[in-house]
């Protein structure tokens, strides 16, 4: 099959006008000007016409689980209200309403040309009966911070089930679940909790059972990262050495002294923002500029409809591009593409339009102008192919 558009925008070097993918099965067998794939590749032609053809959409940080409690939530005084609310709404769903909401989610993300996610899951134990459409990292992740058998149980599943195939992985859900995390420094209330062993959060957990002897003193990153002073109980990664593959979600809540031990850091994790939910909660400013200074690698997600009007990552790319508007289209971009292939060890494979890649390719429409400033202004439902066959 080979397919033409007006352009193809592979991140992998500059946009091709007039341009053609040769796809043989699921993979990327060439990329070119229409002229080049024709002359040395056969098979059906396929015209998308004034279109931009770009990778798939990589979403590196989502609760699919949550996607049925979309409008059920109202928008929270605080983050630990929020937290209340929706234990609430979990303890109210069955397993059948949680493999319904999982794939509606799945569908939903597609739509909007997600072709690739890194869900956090609350039950793995229902991954078995599922079949994701797109290219799926699962995470299971503990979140009751009164069971730690039940983190063990999750920890367990997990490790079984790795002996089916790549894709798994573990998600604490924050450091005051069980203190590793791919969520931290959230909130101000997280910070507060930790920090100054005060606040809402703090007087919440307590209130349920969480041991609190790691509060006061040290701020969420100084004990994720396992600085001096950090109870040895929860230093995961204290060197530094592992920071490479954690991916990391939020951290809008960073000190002066946070921001100097990042500087520090002999190794760099993988940073996931999510523009809308953040503006949901009204949390911190992000410190993007910051944090790429650090050379720290940003990917975007959606985060959980629990905190969110959908799952369209190019709504995610709109809100991130009317807040840091200096940043260019392109660096945006990668954000949905590159970076997160690159979080999730896929980058000879995903988030590029290149020889021997998935044949994972999201189109938009073309109107003659700057064809990155095109793409992140998109708001639809592009046209999609996941492994090949168009969806």
């Known amino acids: 099959m080979i397919l033409r558009a007006s352009v ?9 006008r007039n341009g053609a993918v040769a796809i043989s099965g699921a993979r990327i067998s060439d990329v070119g000007t229409f002229e080049q794939i024709k002359a040395h590749h056969s098979g059906e032609i396929v015209d998308l016409g004034e279109r931009s053809l770009l990778p798939g959409l990589i979403n590196a940080h989502c609760h699919l689980d949550y996607t049925c409690l979309r409008g059920r939530i109202p928008r929270p005084n605080s983050f630990s209200d929020w937290i209340r609310a929706i234990n609430a709404e979990r ?19 597609m739509k909007f040309g997600t072709t690739a996610i890194a869900n956090l899951t609350a039950v793995p134990q229902l991954i078995s009966q599922l079949e994701p459409p797109i290219r799926t990292w699962w995470f299971a992740e503990l979140i009751d911070v ?7 149980e999750v920890v367990d599943l997990a490790v079984e089930a790795l002996d089916s195939g790549p894709g798994w992985g573990l998600a604490p859900h924050a ?3 069980v203190l590793l995390t791919t969520h931290l420094a959230e909130s101000p209330e997280e910070m507060a909790m930790f920090r100054d062993a005060s606040g809402p959060l703090h007087e919440f957990l307590k209130e349920i059972g969480r041991e609190m002897s790691d509060c006061g003193g040290k701020t969420p990153l100084e004990i994720f990262i396992g600085a001096p002073g950090s109870p040895r109980r929860i230093r995961p990664v204290a060197d530094g050495r592992a920071l490479p593959g954690w991916i990391i979600a939020h951290l809008n809540e960073l000190t002066e002294s946070d921001c100097a031990l990042l500087e520090k ?14 503006a949901y909660f009204g949390h911190s400013p ?3 500029e910051r944090l790429r200074q650090l050379d720290f690698n940003v ?5 959980s409809l629990a905190s969110n009007d959908d799952l369209s990552l190019f709504a995610e790319i709109r809100q991130f591009s009317k807040t840091f508007p200096n940043v260019s289209p392109e660096e945006i971009l990668r954000m949905v593409t590159v970076n997160p292939a ?7 494979a995903l988030g590029k339009i290149r020889r021997g890649g998935h044949a994972d390719l999201v189109a938009v429409p073309f109107r003659g102008g700057g064809v990155f400033e095109e793409i992140i202004a998109f708001d639809g439902e592009p046209w999609v192919m996941v492994a090949g066959t168009r969806t």
């Open 91 to 109: 303890a109210k769903l069955s397993e059948a309403d949680y493999l319904e909401s999982v794939r509606a989610g799945f569908a939903e993300a």
């Open 299 to 303: 990917c975007l997600g959606t985060d």
């Open 265 to 278: 850091l002999p190794a760099k994790f993988h940073l996931v923002h999510s523009p809308r939910s953040h």
């Open 8 to 16: 193809i925008v592979t991140m992998d070097g500059p946009p091709i």
């Open 175 to 177: 450091l005051y679940n």
């Open 286 to 288: 992000f410190q993007f």
């Open 146 to 152: 009164r069971q730690p058998r039940r983190a063990k």
């Open 342 to 348: 690159q979080a999730l060890r896929q980058e000879n």
